[in-house]
């Protein structure tokens, strides 16, 4: 039967673990209110046809069209999970799918991750599964192989489980040596703050070398520490590595690591001052020591501390992106003025403002409904 269903995936900001999740590190992010719907209906026969409201390229084909390099631009990620969908062995239906975002792109929001999200999350809904949690596991892999091999972006997996496995007024806290999923409540508003976004319109993307070439750093300063990971290494053993890049960024993803574990007890304490200083502090290492900040990120950071904020990071891959802010409600609006102000004064266009209260994970947004 003809049915059609619609489904939300959010966008994902980073709390604090940066560069961690490919080193089996933590992480803790929140879904954002930000989010990539998906309306999909079940075709009687054919190929399946994609397409976004944001795009004009429309995708049409079978899975098996979208194997890893037949595909380019924003259909590598949507087809793509359609192709990672059938290697998992989900029999999907062929598919009338189209997408509209209010995820800006490339705003190191993870508007890819929520594309795969929407798209896999439609698709076997569509096929009449239920999204239970073993499910939304296994959906983390796919999108993540779609990703990986179809849009040929080596991302390390942060983006796609906090998109799949978000709850409301929690943040997740992934340790991706186990891979354990913790929640973590967040309740920001209770304490009268508000975690401001601010996307510096500096477009990343991970199909750019920096990303590759920071994973492939942290690969061999494991390497020569004959360790499989940065997980398993310690502050002393970076600082043993004689090539001083390598140990700077072998600090940063220890440094991180620990870093998250404290932003957690700071949480649960409903220490905030700490919170803001621990992102602060992991802003600095990720400029300095891990040096994938750029000056619009950096002048987000230090505009919204001037202006009263607890805490402020560039949050995601970095290169461009977007910064996170943790202020006072009470000094959100002269915060987000601050840093128009300063971008306005640096000749720059004006930042994006985003909400970052943490909220749902992907999922069906209507029952399954009937159509003509
Ligand atoms: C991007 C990647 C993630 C993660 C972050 C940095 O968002 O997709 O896997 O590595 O960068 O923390």
């Known amino acids: 039967m003809e049915h059609t269903v619609v489904v939300r995936a959010p966008g994902r900001v980073n709390l604090i673990g940066e560069h961690t999740d490919y080193n089996a590190g933590l992480c803790l992010p929140v879904a954002i209110a930000a989010s990539t719907t998906a309306t999909a209906t079940v075709l009687p026969a054919g190929p399946s046809r994609l397409t976004s409201a944001q795009q004009d390229q429309t995708w049409e084909g079978t899975a098996s069209d979208a194997a890893p390099g037949l595909v380019s631009g924003w259909a590598a990620y949507a087809a793509g999970v359609l192709w990672a969908l059938e290697q998992a062995g989900y029999a999907v239906p062929p598919l009338e799918l189209h997408v509209d975002s209010t995820v800006p792109l490339g705003s190191g929001l993870s508007s890819s991750a929520a594309l795969e999200a929407a798209v896999a999350v439609a698709a076997v809904t569509a096929a009449g599964l239920t999204l239970d949690d073993t499910l939304r596991r296994s959906l983390i892999a796919v999108c993540r192989q779609a990703e990986t091999e179809v849009a040929g972006a080596p991302t390390g997996g942060l983006d796609q489980s906090a998109i799949l496995l978000a709850r409301p007024g929690r943040a997740l806290l992934l340790d991706f040596a186990?891979?354990?999923a913790v929640h973590v409540?967040?309740?920001?508003?209770?304490?009268?703050?508000?975690?401001?976004?601010?996307?510096?319109?500096?477009?990343?993307?991970?199909?750019d070398g920096g990303y590759g070439s920071r994973r492939a750093q942290c690969e061999q300063a494991a390497g020569l520490l004959g360790l499989t990971t940065l997980r398993e290494a310690t502050l002393a053993d970076a600082a043993t590595l004689a090539d001083e890049v390598l140990g700077?960024?072998?600090?940063?993803?220890?440094?991180?690591?620990?870093?998250?574990?404290?932003a957690v007890e700071a949480l649960r304490a409903g220490d905030w001052d700490r919170v803001g200083g621990l992102f602060t502090a992991s802003h600095v290492s990720l400029r300095d020591d891990f040096e994938v900040s750029c000056a619009e990120l950096d002048l987000v950071v230090d505009t919204a501390l001037e202006a009263g904020a607890l805490g402020a990071r560039m949050t995601g891959g970095g290169f461009g992106g977007s910064a996170i802010a943790l202020v006072p409600a009470t000094r959100a609006e002269?915060?987000?003025?601050?840093?128009?102000?300063?971008f306005?004064?640096?000749?720059l266009a004006a930042p994006g403002h985003l909400d970052g209260t943490p909220s749902a994970g992907a999922g069906p947004v209507d029952p399954v409904t009937p159509s003509r």
């Open 178 to 180: 186990d891979g354990s």
């Open 185 to 207: 409540p967040v309740d920001v508003r209770a304490a009268g703050l508000e975690v401001l976004v601010v996307d510096t319109r500096v477009s990343h993307a991970l199909t």
């Open 248 to 262: 700077r960024r072998a600090t940063h993803v220890v440094s991180e690591i620990v870093r998250v574990e404290q």
């Open 334 to 342: 002269a915060v987000r003025r601050a840093v128009d102000t300063a």
């Open 344 to 347: 306005a004064r640096a000749g």
